[in-house]
T-cell receptor
Framework: GDSVTQMEGPVTLSEEACLTI???????????LFWYVQYPGEGLQLLLK?????DKGSNKGFEATYRKETTSFHLEKGSVQVSDSAVYFC????????????FGQGTRLTINP | ETGVTQTPRHLVMGMTNKKSLKCEQH?????MYWYKQSAKKPLELMFV???????ENNSVPSRFSPECPNSSHLFLHLHTLQPEDSALYLC?????????????FGQGTRLTVV
């Protein structure tokens, strides 16, 4: 079945460091890919998305590129802030009669000042 | 009000209690979902409703009973739960079940079964 695999956390970085959170997927067909973020005590919020190969999603300084050849959608940010501390979820969406999101296990990110 | 609203935010219930979780979306979406988020596990899709009809039940035990009276409201009725059912229950909605649109999530109900 469809699945998403993220790098295990937790990840701890200093402010202004570079961030990469790896995400790979397995899916039949051509899924859409998403990164969601969950701040403490909150639900999930969409961070960015890409709907076809080579698309790049970007938001709030974060970027991810849909790589069909490597089935990857790695999340990157050049300079992280303390406010980026959260749990990040990679997800894919397939349309098999009804839209369904499949999530990775989440990566907890902590940014220290 | 905007987005997806879940009530209550926190719930503590005994194993013999009956309670219900409520979700309401003000986005005009046609699909609604229940997810379970347990510690150290991926989000688990529980149920999917499209245009008020249940289209997916992901092998969820019968002690969880969903209800979708209209496209804007979704309930999760709980009875005779087990301690391992303690988790964050997230409701989500999306615009069109046939399109690759993102889901919008509520803040969740933190459930503790004692």
């Amino acid at each position: 079945g469809d699945s998403v695999t993220q790098m295990e956390g937790p990840v701890t970085l200093s402010e202004e460091a570079c961030l990469t959170i790896n995400c790979t997927y397995t899916a039949t067909g051509y899924p859409s890919l998403f990164w969601y973020v969950q701040y403490p005590g909150e639900g999930l919020q969409l961070l960015l998305k890409a709907t076809k190969a080579d698309d790049k999603g970007s938001n709030k300084g974060f970027e991810a590129t849909y790589r069909k050849e490597t089935t990857s959608f790695h999340l990157e940010k050049g300079s992280v802030q303390v406010s980026d501390s959260a749990v990040y979820f990679c997800a894919l969406s397939t349309n098999k009669g009804a839209q369904k999101l499949v999530f990775g296990q989440g990566t907890r990110l902590t940014i220290n000042p | 009000e905007t987005g997806v609203t879940q009530t209550p935010r926190h719930l503590v219930m005994g194993m013999t209690n009956k309670k219900s979780l409520k979700c309401e979306q003000h986005l005009g979406h046609n699909a609604m979902y229940w997810y379970k988020q347990s510690a150290k596990k991926p989000l688990e899709l529980m149920f999917v409703y499209n245009f008020k009809e249940q289209t997916e039940n992901n092998s969820v035990p019968s002690r969880f009973s969903p209800e979708c009276p209209n496209s804007s409201h979704l309930f999760l009725h709980l009875h005779t739960l087990q301690p391992e059912d303690s988790a964050l229950y997230l409701c989500a909605s999306s615009q069109d079940p046939g399109a690759y649109t993102e889901a919008f999530f509520g803040q969740g109900t933190r459930l503790t079964v004692v």
